[in-house]
């Protein structure tokens, strides 16, 4: 792979200070690394050194080494996307109608709508259908400069059924080209063929996490702890389980209710816990006393008019706060993880550069790879988008509206 000089930078943000720290809470403006007017060198898919203009002359005068023109364009280090639901099949826009007309999340899951339609849907819908589906999405992740994605299956709700999204989800994850990390969302809601939580809770334990452990299909288990849905206690052999085959947890986590997912979170030493508008005050302490990642979802907020997490509430709390889009069929069809973001500064109280952290390191943190990427430190994968402004004002100005013109994946140019 060969090596190149990224000159004439605009502004370059590295994140570097972070990612030497390895900090992810009491974040401040200049942990975001910013320099204007930069350059940065990279070899083998990683980056080697960055700075202010004018670069060496030995990086300008190499013949082996490729010159590129910024054209004075922002450079970002590629964004980590740490919630998304992309395996699924059908359309809930009827739903989207029906809240505009008043009716509720829940009063829509009653009346088989929500969760329980896109089950219907997905598990009549092929490998083939389901794999095009999903890699759309991934794509259009990607365009929007995402290049690590979470994906959690959960849309089976039945052992078979699982396993046979969570190939395909494994399939995607090695054609589209960013880096995808796989959750298996067994416990989303309470299928009906299943007499009580507990009964499908067992099947998952038995028929299920065994498999998805003993073939790699997945790097984490997720549970909808909420009212109506899973209780902490519901879930205890499902992470019991979990923790025993290896496989990390992450939680959604107090959305509707103080359900104490957030404290269940803490106990089984999740990765993430993700939603939180009604997190207590107890279950935010254990949560940072842990180390578990707080990772908010505007879109779903901005999408079904529930209120918006405080982020400043967890990031006050000592928590490492990330932000991710939910994106899935019902609660947030949004992939533009960059708009999502800024909403959740405005509406969260989070700082510009919370903002930024929040969908890079601190993710990639909660995904186990805060050591190789989401920064442009020294030795971190050269994963980064080249956006059309010549700084981070214009870009969050800007509300996500323009997709980056180029994104670099391990330093090679996307779609080249
Ligand atoms: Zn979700």
């Known amino acids: 792979m060969p090596s190149f000089l990224l000159k004439n930078i605009g502004e370059l943000v590295s994140l570097s200070p972070l990612a030497e720290e390895q900090r992810f809470i009491h974040l401040r403006e200049d942990d975001l690394g ?36 910024a054209k004075q364009g922002l450079v970002l280090p590629g964004f980590v996307d740490s919630h998304t639901h992309p395996i699924f099949f059908g359309n809930r826009s009827n739903e989207f109608k029906m809240r505009l007309d008043g009716v509720s999340y829940q009063e829509i899951a009653e009346r088989g709508g929500g969760i329980m339609a896109t089950v219907r849907a997905s598990r009549e819908a092929s490998d083939e259908q389901l794999l095009a589906e999903t890699l759309k999405h991934f794509k259009q992740f990607l365009a929007h400069g995402v290049t690590t994605v979470e994906a959690k299956s959960g849309y089976g709700l039945s052992p ?3 396993i046979r999204h969570l190939r395909v989800l494994k399939k995607a994850a090695v054609q589209t080209d960013q880096e995808v990390k796989i959750t298996c969302l067994a416990l989303h809601a309470i299928p009906k063929e299943y007499a009580s939580a507990s009964t499908y809770v067992s099947a998952v334990c038995e028929h299920l996490l065994p498999i998805v452990a003993q073939d790699s ?21 499902y992470f019991k389980k979990a923790s025993e085959l290896g496989l990390g947890i992450r939680v959604h986590a107090d959305e509707f209710t103080d359900a104490s997912a957030a404290e269940a979170a803490a106990d089984w030493k999740a990765a993430s816990a993700d939603h939180l508008q009604f997190v207590s005050e107890t279950g935010l302490k254990a949560m940072s006393k842990k180390g578990v990642v707080a990772c908010i979802l505007p879109g779903t907020s901005l999408y079904t008019a529930i209120p918006f997490t405080s982020g400043r509430r967890l990031a006050d709390a ?56 989401r920064a442009l430190a020294k030795s971190y994968d050269a994963d980064f988008c080249i956006h059309d402004f010549t700084s981070l004002d214009e870009w969050f100005a800007d509300f996500g509206r323009k997709k980056p013109r180029e994104v670099w994946l391990r330093g090679v140019k996307w779609g080249s």
């Open 34 to 69: 910013s320099i204007k007017d930069a350059w940065l060198y990279c070899e083998d898919g990683k980056v080697v050194d960055f700075g202010q203009s004018p670069p060496p002359e030995s990086l300008l005068n190499s013949s082996s080494t490729h010159q590129i023109d």
């Open 160 to 162: 078979d059924e699982e």
């Open 318 to 373: 000592d928590c490492a706060v990330a932000i991710a889009s939910d994106f899935n069929p019902g609660s947030c069809n949004l992939e533009n993880l960059p708009m999502l973001a800024i909403l959740a500064g405005l509406h969260g109280k989070l700082k510009s550069w919370e903002v930024i952290a929040g969908i890079t390191l601190v993710p990639a943190l909660s995904l186990g790879l805060s050591k190789q990427k």
């Open 217 to 237: 299909l997945a790097d984490y288990v997720d549970a909808f702890i909420e009212s109506g849905y899973f209780s902490a206690e519901d879930c205890k052999p």
